[in-house]
T-cell receptor, first 115, second 110 residues
Framework: DSGVTQTPKHLITATGQRVTLRCSPR?????VYWYQQSLDQGLQFLIQ???????AKGNILERFSAQQFPDLHSELNLSSLELGDSALYFC??????????????FGPGTRLTVL | EDKVVQSPLSLVVHEGDTVTLNCSYE??????LLWYKQEKKAPTFLFML????IEKKSGRLSSILDKKELFSILNITATQTGDSAIYLC??????????FGAGTRLTVKP
């Protein structure tokens, strides 16, 4: 158990809908990272927040947005869902804000299925 | 453009064998390289490498980085069925993207 929690575990929804994924980092960690893992794309970095501010951005679609709240939990919002958004979404956390020098601890993931 | 290539893509061995997994990379302003193990769930951290030529060890696993030739290897000795997983490497530069390799799927048969 990494100490990172994600809810829900599974989510099934329809195309065009909007969902919110939630992540609570390990106690003391200030950075939260979001990743998407699909069968054909592997593990793709989406976005990083550090102490409430956006720190780094990867291949995140405009339909997706995220934020980190004062209590350091983070939410990833996915809107206008398409079939291709079906994937496992991981959240990870680290103590510091520099991803290159900080080990990331991954949560168990949220499996999103878009029908 | 940053690039990460892991090889082999898939490997099947028997318990007790030694395996070497490769990760070659092209990353702007390289800072570090991380190795992760992913079984059925989330990736778990194995090693972080920042300096060339210094081997990091954890039990039967070890890893080394060559910053001149731009690659890293992960060795697993005396493999066990519990080592079956996908092994991911992730080099990191100072840009804002983090790129994972496609992974090596290791299967260890009894």
């Amino acid at each position: 158990d990494s100490g990172v929690t994600q809810t829900p575990k599974h989510l099934i929804t329809a195309t065009g809908q909007r969902v919110t994924l939630r992540c609570s980092p390990r106690s003391g960690d200030l950075s939260v990272y979001w990743y998407q893992q699909s069968l054909d794309q592997g593990l793709q970095f989406l976005i990083q927040y550090y102490n409430g501010e956006e720190r780094a951005k990867g291949n995140i679609l405009e339909r997706f947005s995220a934020q980190q709240f004062p209590d350091l939990h983070s939410e990833l919002n996915l809107s206008s869902l398409e079939l291709g958004d079906s994937a496992l979404y991981f959240c990870a956390s680290s103590v510091g804000g520099l991803a290159e020098y900080n080990e990331q601890f991954f949560g168990p993931g949220t499996r999103l299925t878009v029908l | 453009e940053d690039k990460v290539v892991q090889s082999p893509l898939s490997l099947v061995v028997h318990e007790g064998d030694t395996v070497t997994l490769n990760c070659s990379y092209e990353v702007t302003n390289f800072r570090s390289l991380l190795w992760y193990k992913q079984e059925k769930k989330a990736p778990t951290f194995l090693f972080m490498l920042t300096s060339s030529g210094i081997e990091k060890k954890s039990g039967r696993l070890s890893s080394i980085l060559d910053k001149k030739e731009l690659f890293s290897i992960l060795n697993i000795t005396a493999t066990q069925t519990g080592d079956s997983a996908i092994y991911l490497c992730a080099p990191k530069g100072n840009n804002n993207d983090m790129r994972f390799g496609a992974g090596t799927r290791l299967t260890v048969k009894p």
